[in-house]
């Protein structure tokens, strides 16, 4: 579709005036959630092993206490961790 089209415009003015997708507003969350226990050990932008720990035990608990394998959390921090 080219972008000088009625159609496009159209389409670029719902962007701008929609509100958030159940989508996006579950990953605005998930940032607001990570943001609080970023910054504990120092560092306010990213998490820490221990923080990306805590943040697991205390915001997914279920998830925690039902691993088996003590090293699926090790696992997760290392896919997770970019830098």
Do not use: H, W
């Not at 820490?48 to 003590?70: I, R, V, Y």
């Amino acid at each position: 579709m080219r972008m000088d089209s009625p159609r496009a415009s159209l389409y670029s003015d719902m962007a701008k005036t929609s509100s958030p997708t159940e989508m996006e507003r579950c990953i605005e969350s998930l940032i607001a959630i990570s943001q609080r226990y970023a910054g504990r050990d120092g560092n306010k932008c990213s998490l820490s092993k221990t923080e990306f720990l805590t943040f697991l035990k205390m915001e997914l608990s279920a998830f925690t206490k039902n691993q088996k394998d003590p090293s699926v959390l090790d696992c997760m921090m290392k896919k997770l961790d970019i830098n």
